[in-house]
Every structure is written in C-alpha cells, then in structure tokens.
C-alpha cells in the first residue's frame, strides 16, 4: 500500500517483555513499534508490515543493524516455506492484509502464520475483543480511513475467549504455554494476567490496584472503564470481557523458558495512544521510535521504573529478581470506597487517620495494599499527602459521594489542608453528563436564593413605603403637628444646653 501508515502499532513495556522471549530466525507480522523491534534477542528478524511508509521508516531505522530484513506486503504474500523459529503477531491478525488481497478470516491468518513456522518453532499472537470493556465504554463515532477492511465482529471464525484461542491453537497442532487477559487496551496494554492469576483471591488486591492505576483506552469514552475492571475482577469476568488476549503457543519439541502469570507496566509509561479524531489521515512515520513511553514516575511494586513480573511459587507471587514474595491484601481505596458507601464515619476516619498518620502518607489509596493484620504496605513512591488525599476525593466525586463526603471534611479528619486544585475536566461523556446535571442543580439552587432576596427586598420596600405613608398621615393631624413642635423644640434645647456646657468647661 504506497501510501498508507498504520497509526497505533502495537507496544508498550509488558509486550516488550513477551518479545524479549522470541529466539532464533524471528519473524514479526503487523505494525510494532520499534522498541518492540529492538528488544528481540534474536540476530535474524524479518519485519512485515503493509504500508510502504512504514517500510521505508524501519528499514532507515534499521540500515546499520545487520539481520534485520524488512518487507512490504500483505501476509499471503509471504512464501508458505516453514522459515522462522519464532513468529510474533502480537498486534493479532486484523492488520495482516492490504488492499491487494481479498478481506483475510482470523482463521486464514493464523493457518498463514502457521504455515512459516518451523517445527518446534514458537508463536506469540494477540487477539483484541470486539466485545471487550473498551469497546463497551466508547462512544460511538464515524467510521475512520482505517475502517475499510470487514470489522472483526462479522468474522465466524475468530476467538470468542482466552480458552477458544488455545482450543484453535491446540487444533491446529501447538500447544498453549501461557494465556493472558490484557487491560486496558488492546494494543498497548499495562496489565497482562494469566487464569491462574486471575483465579487466585491473594492477587485479588494488587490486581485492582493495578487495573485502577491503569490509563484509559484511546479515543472518546462513555465512561472510565478502571473502575469496573476492578469490579469484573471480583466477579470472575475480567478475562471474558478484557480488551484483548495474549497466547504463547508452541510445536512439540519446543521447550522454552516459562513466562510469568502476571506482567505489570511500571505507572507512568503511557498505556494507551494518543486519540485519533474520525476521519484522520494517517500519517507518514519518521525514522524516530513512535509512542515513546514517558517517564515513569513509580511502578506498581518492586523498584521506580521496573516492569513487575510475578511468578506463582510455594512462598506466593514472588516478583522476578526479588527474594521475597509481595505481601497479599485489600486494596485500600476500594476499602475506603466500601465504608464512605456505608457512610460509616467513625470506620472511615479510623482508616484515613492510619493511612494519613503513617509512612504511606503521601501515596496514592490506590497503590496501597491493606494486610490482614491490617499493616499499610505501598506499591509506588509517594507523591505527597495532599495530592494523594485530593486524588482519593475526586474518586468520591466520580461515585457520586462527594457530596456527602467533601473534600473538606475528608481533609478535616486527618488533619491535612485540603488541595486548592481545581476540579478537573471530565474526560468521559458520563463525567460530563455528572458535572452538567451538578452545575444544573447548582445554578437552579443559585436562581432560587435570588429569587428569595429579589422577594424579600420588594416585601421591605413595600413595608418602608406603608410606613412612610403612615408617618406623613400623622404628621399632618393636630397630635401629629404638635408633637412635631414638642420634637423640635426638645431638639432645641439639647442643641442650647449642649452649647451651654461647651462654654463653661474652659471657665471651670
């Protein structure tokens, strides 16, 4: 496709590290980002993508790098020869085709891939939910430049869960080593979680703690998707509906090192792409590495910067490279969620005293794990007292609490000034529609206090008048008149006596 680019390619820190596990000739199908690209091991790589921007843009990138091959076309263009020892689709199989060949099934792609794949070789394929939780929350807009291929809802043969991937996989002759549920988005997650994981009640907290701290899917949002991921979390739903899935499967005789059951992005790279507006052309990629991630300010656990990786042991969910296992536990803010719900106030001032009291003052509720003996264990560095408290009132204001829990009050109670930040812009059509109905009910409440003081200073005037009238009534009656006279000449004579007393004080 001469002049077409692929925006959003698939990437981000936890698909890197499912990349660094490829070995030998490797073989990437679809648009990566380049530090994807690099972080392969492997000496030979065959890059296809459609577009030949970015063609062009790899293959400058990649000029000095000896055994790095790149190739324009569409996947059925590749020569059904059994060539590579590990074939990567992690962006899945949507953008495998062009304009040269007819629309490409879920099932034709992977029988591709397959066909290029040696025996004993390793396949490490993605797969988005169209019925997943960032399809559910997004708002619906005009089909874009990019929407030209049939959508993956018509497709009878693609994946409809975690276990129908590994079921094709095992059909088609390999054997699914690990499976993952990703969130938030589909192409450039911050949380890959196996079923074990999943299913496991001591990861339940630091899960929700991660899910929360997660960025949004890209794009205009009905609502914030975090907060009910952590709720699909506890009711066993958070595989079915996740925004994409994540197998690694391999032919027998491969036997490779085994990944881990949970992969964590450190908090602060970026999770999801920039959103595009409707209709936007894509544009030309530079040499440059796109969706550069920021710089991370604090991970979910371990040390700043850190991709968390846990591995389920005797001990528990030992972290890769530590000793020993993380502490298990409730995450705070939903702790504290529960009991304002309750509206028990003295339970929610005894937990925001502890928490405000103590060494995990100045971070987040939500990367605090509470333990069962009731210990405050953090998982990011702190950012600040009043910044963690201000964060934890702006999600009783996305519940719909404030009101009964202000910002104030929760500050009052530990002791803390409360942030003067502004309240911040909804970026969801609900946080818009919450924020219109509280100016709407504010602006009415203002209406009817003017109302009320426009009343009772006409009821005011009204009497003042009657009361000016009455006085000029009696003024002008015999009593009126002489008490008048009797008025001014006691006026009269207070002005006398005190100009009396004014000259005999110098003489006394």
């Given at each position: 496709m001469p002049h077409w680019s692929d925006r959003d390619p698939a990437g981000g820190p936890v698909l890197r590290r499912l990349a660094a596990s490829a070995r030998g000739h490797t073989l990437i199908v679809g648009p990566h980002e380049p530090e994807l690209i690099d972080a392969v091991p492997a000496r030979q790589i065959t890059v296809l993508v459609r577009g030949v921007p970015d063609a062009e843009a790899l293959a400058t990138r990649y000029a000095d790098r000896p055994g790095v091959e790149v190739c324009c076309g569409s996947l059925p263009k590749l020569a059904a020869v059994p060539a590579y020892d590990t074939v990567i689709a992690l962006d899945g199989l949507d953008r495998a085709g062009s304009t040269e060949t007819g629309d490409l099934t879920w099932a034709a792609g992977l029988a591709l891939l397959l066909a290029v794949l040696r025996p004993g070789g390793r396949l490490l394929l993605g797969c988005a939910n169209p019925a997943g939780l960032h399809r559910l929350y997004a708002a619906a807009t005009e089909p874009g430049d990019a929407d030209w291929a049939s959508p993956a809802d018509d497709d009878p043969t693609r994946p409809v869960g975690l276990d129908d991937l590994r079921e094709r996989l095992r059909a088609a002759g390999l054997t699914p080593a690990q499976g993952y549920a990703a969130h938030p988005s589909p192409r450039n997650p911050a949380v890959l979680v196996s079923d074990a994981a999943l299913a496991d009640p001591e990861l339940a907290g630091l899960l929700t703690s991660a899910l929360r701290r997660s960025g949004r899917p890209s794009g205009p949002l009905l609502a914030d998707p975090r907060p009910l991921a952590a709720a699909l979390l506890r009711h066993r739903l958070a595989s079915a509906l996740a925004p994409a899935w994540f197998v690694a499967a391999a032919r027998p005789g491969h036997h490779p090192t085994p990944l881990p059951d949970v992969l964590l992005a450190p908090v602060g790279d970026k999770p999801e792409t920039p959103p595009a507006e409707p209709g936007d052309k894509p544009q030309t990629p530079s040499a440059e590495p796109r969706n550069k991630p920021e710089t991370p300010s604090a991970p979910t656990g371990g040390e700043p910067g850190t991709l968390l990786a846990l591995?389920?042991?005797?001990?528990?969910?030992?972290?890769?490279?530590?000793?020993?296992?993380?502490?298990?536990?409730?995450?705070?803010?939903?702790?504290?969620?529960?009991?304002?719900?309750?509206?028990?106030?003295?339970?929610?001032?005894?937990?925001?005293?502890?928490?405000?009291?103590?060494?995990?003052?100045?971070v987040a509720a939500d990367a605090i794990l509470v333990t069962a003996d009731g210990g405050l264990h953090p998982l990011a560095a702190p950012t600040g007292p009043e910044a963690a408290l201000s964060r934890f009132a702006g999600a009783l204001h996305d519940e719909n609490l404030a009101d009964r829990w202000p910002a104030g009050l929760l500050a009052a109670m530990t002791g803390r000034d409360p942030d003067p930040a502004p309240r911040p812009v909804p970026a969801t059509f609900r946080g818009l529609s919450a924020a219109h109905d509280r100016l709407a009910r504010e602006l009415s409440e203002a209406r009817a206090q003017i109302e009320w003081y426009e009343q009772s200073a006409a009821t005011m005037r009204a009497e003042l008048s009657r009361a000016h009238r009455i006085i000029a009534v009696l003024r002008a009656t015999t009593p009126g008149r002489a008490a008048t006279a009797v008025l001014g000449g006691m006026r009269g004579g207070k002005r006398l006596a005190r100009t009396v007393l004014t000259r005999l004080r110098p003489n006394s």
């Amino acid at each position: 496709m001469p002049h077409w680019s692929d925006r959003d390619p698939a990437g981000g820190p936890v698909l890197r590290r499912l990349a660094a596990s490829a070995r030998g000739h490797t073989l990437i199908v679809g648009p990566h980002e380049p530090e994807l690209i690099d972080a392969v091991p492997a000496r030979q790589i065959t890059v296809l993508v459609r577009g030949v921007p970015d063609a062009e843009a790899l293959a400058t990138r990649y000029a000095d790098r000896p055994g790095v091959e790149v190739c324009c076309g569409s996947l059925p263009k590749l020569a059904a020869v059994p060539a590579y020892d590990t074939v990567i689709a992690l962006d899945g199989l949507d953008r495998a085709g062009s304009t040269e060949t007819g629309d490409l099934t879920w099932a034709a792609g992977l029988a591709l891939l397959l066909a290029v794949l040696r025996p004993g070789g390793r396949l490490l394929l993605g797969c988005a939910n169209p019925a997943g939780l960032h399809r559910l929350y997004a708002a619906a807009t005009e089909p874009g430049d990019a929407d030209w291929a049939s959508p993956a809802d018509d497709d009878p043969t693609r994946p409809v869960g975690l276990d129908d991937l590994r079921e094709r996989l095992r059909a088609a002759g390999l054997t699914p080593a690990q499976g993952y549920a990703a969130h938030p988005s589909p192409r450039n997650p911050a949380v890959l979680v196996s079923d074990a994981a999943l299913a496991d009640p001591e990861l339940a907290g630091l899960l929700t703690s991660a899910l929360r701290r997660s960025g949004r899917p890209s794009g205009p949002l009905l609502a914030d998707p975090r907060p009910l991921a952590a709720a699909l979390l506890r009711h066993r739903l958070a595989s079915a509906l996740a925004p994409a899935w994540f197998v690694a499967a391999a032919r027998p005789g491969h036997h490779p090192t085994p990944l881990p059951d949970v992969l964590l992005a450190p908090v602060g790279d970026k999770p999801e792409t920039p959103p595009a507006e409707p209709g936007d052309k894509p544009q030309t990629p530079s040499a440059e590495p796109r969706n550069k991630p920021e710089t991370p300010s604090a991970p979910t656990g371990g040390e700043p910067g850190t991709l968390l990786a846990l591995r389920r042991t005797a001990r528990g969910w030992l972290p890769e490279g530590a000793d020993e296992p993380l502490p298990t536990g409730r995450c705070l803010h939903d702790v504290l969620l529960t009991v304002a719900r309750r509206g028990d106030l003295p339970e929610l001032r005894a937990l925001l005293t502890a928490w405000q009291s103590g060494d995990a003052a100045g971070v987040a509720a939500d990367a605090i794990l509470v333990t069962a003996d009731g210990g405050l264990h953090p998982l990011a560095a702190p950012t600040g007292p009043e910044a963690a408290l201000s964060r934890f009132a702006g999600a009783l204001h996305d519940e719909n609490l404030a009101d009964r829990w202000p910002a104030g009050l929760l500050a009052a109670m530990t002791g803390r000034d409360p942030d003067p930040a502004p309240r911040p812009v909804p970026a969801t059509f609900r946080g818009l529609s919450a924020a219109h109905d509280r100016l709407a009910r504010e602006l009415s409440e203002a209406r009817a206090q003017i109302e009320w003081y426009e009343q009772s200073a006409a009821t005011m005037r009204a009497e003042l008048s009657r009361a000016h009238r009455i006085i000029a009534v009696l003024r002008a009656t015999t009593p009126g008149r002489a008490a008048t006279a009797v008025l001014g000449g006691m006026r009269g004579g207070k002005r006398l006596a005190r100009t009396v007393l004014t000259r005999l004080r110098p003489n006394s």
